[in-house]
């Protein structure tokens, strides 16, 4: 495990629920399971870890403003607003805010839903 592969823990974070969809009823066998969507905004200098995977939990990612710069597999890439990325039972990573704005995504995943 080399450097980029250790992160600090979580700062700088604000995340906002969206909406839920609980798939019960709605696809067979995901009893249990929701799609959410939230808002993530890391402000510059903030970090989205620990270090985590998405076993279990798959979702997709869409920057709206700022750049947020991924770390996996002992790379760190940067994206920019208007692109995404998938993130797969073979996800393992963390995520900072290397700018100087903050920086907005939308993260749609599929989680167990909470107990109520």
């Not at 450097?3 to 909406?19: C, F, H």
């Not at 510059?44 to 947020?68: C, E, K, N």
């Not at 290397?98 to 599929?110: H, L, Q």
Request: hydrophobic share 35%; aromatic share 4%.
């Amino acid at each position: 495990m080399g450097a980029e592969d250790v992160a600090p823990e979580t700062k700088g974070v604000s995340v906002e629920l969206l909406a839920t969809v609980d798939l019960a009823g709605e696809i067979e066998g995901m009893e249990g399971r929701q799609l959410r969507m939230r808002m993530v905004t890391i402000e510059p200098g903030g970090v989205f870890g620990p270090l985590h995977d998405h076993a279990g939990r798959p979702g997709t990612v869409y920057i709206l403003q700022g750049s947020i710069t991924d770390h996996r597999a002992g790379e760190a890439r940067e994206y920019g607003p208007g692109v995404g990325w998938p993130e797969d039972r073979n996800t393992n990573h963390w995520l900072e805010n290397r700018g100087t704005v903050p920086a907005v995504e939308i993260s749609v995943d599929i989680v167990n839903k909470p107990p109520s």
